[in-house]
């Protein structure tokens, strides 16, 4: 069974910190373009960061480039986002996903999982 579950949401204030963390089965992270979408109320989905399979480069949304990291753990199949300066508008239920290529992350995702909620809030 394939699947990805995501792990590590929660409520923070401004400024504060989470680190999200993904584990996955049933496939090999090494095969796809791996990352990160949010989604928030009423909104379209989003991505915030996806490592391309094609060459291993590395994209950030503008709007967390320079707070938030990605990192990897092939060997044990698991992916991690660290989140810093959070801001309101960071609000949202955040994915991880596989996809054949970046842009599919979050228009046709292979694999992606139940969501985790992060609600940055004073």
């Known amino acids: 069974q394939e699947q990805m579950v995501e792990s590590g949401g929660g409520l923070v204030q401004p400024g504060g910190s989470l680190r999200l963390s993904c584990a996955g089965s049933?496939?090999?992270?090494?095969?796809?373009?791996i990352g990160w979408f949010r989604q928030a109320p009423g909104k379209q989905r989003e991505a915030v960061v996806c490592?391309?399979?094609?060459?291993?480069?590395?994209y950030y949304e503008d709007s967390v480039k320079g707070r938030f990291s990605i990192w990897v753990d092939a060997a044990k199949n698991s992916l991690g986002l660290r989140m810093q300066d959070l801001k309101p508008e960071d609000t949202a239920v955040y994915y991880c996903?596989?996809?054949?290529?970046?842009?599919?992350?979050?228009?046709?995702?292979?694999?992606w999982g139940q969501g985790t909620q992060v609600t940055v809030s004073a």
């Open positions: 049933g496939f090999r992270f090494d095969d796809y373009s």
């Open positions: 490592i391309s399979s094609a060459d291993r480069l590395t």
């Open positions: 996903a596989a996809a054949l290529s970046c842009p599919r992350l979050t228009a046709d995702p292979t694999y």
